[in-house]
């Protein structure tokens, strides 16, 4: 049997153990969202995305992004309670956060207009905790190079022992995930290096060989060569060539020259 799940005044039907989040995407509902990525297993850590759920265990309030639904199920998303505890939620990362872009944008799109709490931290980006960023470095990477450190108020994302971690590759994997702008990532053109901040990561970068452009970090592009299955001893001249000029010999070896037909 399939569940049938009812949101606010909309009924659908999901498969078993979906969420409830993808059931209000089913439905056309929107329910916002901050630590959810559908590339990588949803925590549920930012609370942003809190629901009121009613079923045989009784009403609760949830988070939709990672309750899975195993039976007939009615969600209220627009209700009262739901929508003040959403509020509550960001209204805190507000005061985590305050001048993030992406944050204030999410605050004014749920109808929150500002905190009415000091902000707690020095940095006025600072990391809300989602714990994004941890997720996609171990799930996706295969790295783990930073991690939750420290408990209740002085809880943080850092890499062990707070030093710059030898097991991060500088991929940047981190900073696209971050929905915050807290991650960054700075290119040193001079040194050509890439750093990872606030982790302080620094990793060499590969140069191409043809127009001497930086690219990746060099322990990205080793990475890739072990993941990719096919014999390195081929192609080690390609991938050491940045995009635009790999671009630029494929044109050639077709016969375009500067984007004309060359005879």
């Known amino acids: 049997m399939v569940p049938a799940v009812r949101i606010d005044d909309v009924t659908v039907n999901v498969k078993e153990g979906r969420s409830i989040l993808d059931a209000a995407k089913m439905a056309g509902i929107w329910i916002p969202t901050l630590c959810h990525n559908p590339a990588l297993k949803s925590e549920g850590t930012c609370r942003l995305c809190v629901v009121e759920a009613v079923g045989e265990e009784g009403r609760s309030l949830v ?98 022992f707070r030093q710059p971690s030898e097991d991060c590759i500088a991929c940047g994997a981190c900073a696209a995930v971050c929905p915050v702008g807290t991650i960054q990532v700075r290119i040193y053109e001079e040194t050509g290096e890439a750093e990872i901040s606030p982790f302080k990561s620094r990793k060499k ?36 060539i940045c995009p635009d000029c790999r671009r630029k010999r494929a044109a050639k070896s077709l016969g375009y020259v500067d984007g004309l037909v060359s005879r």
């Open 63 to 160: 988070t939709a992004c990672n309750y899975p639904i195993h039976q007939d199920i009615a969600v209220s998303v627009a209700g009262d309670r739901a929508t003040r505890a959403r509020e509550g939620v960001m209204k805190l990362l507000l005061a985590r956060s305050p001048e993030s872009e992406e944050l204030k944008d999410l605050a004014k799109k749920m109808g929150v207009n500002g905190t009415p709490y000091p902000s707690v931290t020095e940095s006025q980006r600072s990391c809300i905790l989602c714990g994004l960023c941890v997720v996609v470095c171990e799930e996706a990477i295969g790295v783990s190079a930073i991690g939750f450190a420290g408990k209740s108020v002085n809880r943080t994302v850092a890499a062990p």
């Open 205 to 240: 970068l590969l140069v191409c060989n043809e127009c001497g452009k930086n690219m990746v970090a060099e322990p990205v592009a080793a990475q890739m060569i072990d993941r990719v299955d096919f014999n390195w001893d081929e192609f080690r001249d390609l991938a050491r």
